[in-house]
């Protein structure tokens, strides 16, 4: 497998104090989703939990329902120059009767570490529509459960200790509980390895359930919770437009700047306890 950090020199200047030092960041490495042998998508991604990340892709994209759908997954061939597998293809069988995606011109699933849709050609075709009732749950999150949320979440980033590099996503249970984390270069990529993670052990939908993301709440990230069945979706920083639009659509309760003693509420405001 891949490193999930590397070491490398660095000139470390603090004011009048110069030195030289090793020093952690973050690995990114691409890796290639095959279906069949056909490339489906390639992303840029920290090393680990990649059967995870290609559970969830897939499941957030609608090319899958179920951990069911996949006959097998596994690692390619893919070599470097000195022979080594790379682990950066991972090549997917999908259950006899699941279609494969339309991959044509119009939705291409190539993406970066910075943004999950840059790729793909008009907000209609990402508009995914989720196969779960997010508008129906009757979950309800009591504020100061909320607010300790961000600092539950930090405490867990072990990667980030080292590098300062990764962003994060956490499955909370609405009393607060850690269910799972994750983290990853990409956001997009941290949240389809904690979905992935739900879709293997059986778990989806995720009714009932908080997803927390380190960073902003983007449309895709809002959507990829939809597509989990998750009814809350905090972040804390800011959201998009097409974010909270996309979340009124489909009954998100969406959480923005949530930080400290407060916070705010875009969306399914009933849905948090004051």
Do not use: W
């Amino acid at each position: 497998m891949g490193r999930v950090t590397s070491r490398t020199p660095v000139l470390r200047i603090r004011g009048a104090a110069h030195s030289t030092r090793p020093d952690t960041v973050a690995a990114e490495e691409p890796l290639e989703i095959r279906l069949a042998g056909k490339a489906l998508a390639v992303t840029m991604r920290t090393p680990g939990d990649d059967f995870d990340l290609v559970h969830g892709f897939l499941a957030t994209e609608a090319v899958i329902g179920s951990a069911d759908d996949v006959a097998g997954l596994r690692y390619c061939n893919s070599v470097d120059e000195d022979g080594r597998n790379t682990y950066n293809v991972v090549d997917v069988d999908l259950a006899p009767g699941v279609e494969p995606p339309d991959t044509a011109l119009d939705r291409n699933f190539y993406t970066s570490s910075s943004c999950g849709v840059c790729g793909k050609a008009s907000i209609d075709a990402i508009r995914t529509k989720t196969r779960h009732d997010v508008a129906g749950d009757a979950v309800r999150v009591p504020l100061p459960t909320l607010l300790a949320l961000p600092d539950r979440l930090r405490a867990a980033q072990q990667v980030f200790d080292k590098t300062g590099g990764l962003h994060a996503a956490g499955l909370f249970t609405a009393d607060g509980e850690l269910v799972a984390l994750r983290e990853d270069v990409g956001r997009h990529n941290a949240v389809d390895k904690v979905v992935g993670d739900a879709v293997r052990d059986g778990r989806l939908p995720l009714a009932g359930h908080v997803l927390m993301v380190s960073g902003r709440a983007s449309f895709e990230l809002t959507q990829k919770a939809a597509m989990a069945g998750i009814p809350v979706l905090a972040a804390v920083s800011a959201p998009s437009s097409l974010a909270v639009e996309l979340a009124a659509d489909v009954g998100i309760t969406l959480v923005g700047f949530l930080r400290g003693d407060g916070c705010n509420v875009y969306t399914r405001t009933e849905r948090v306890v004051l």
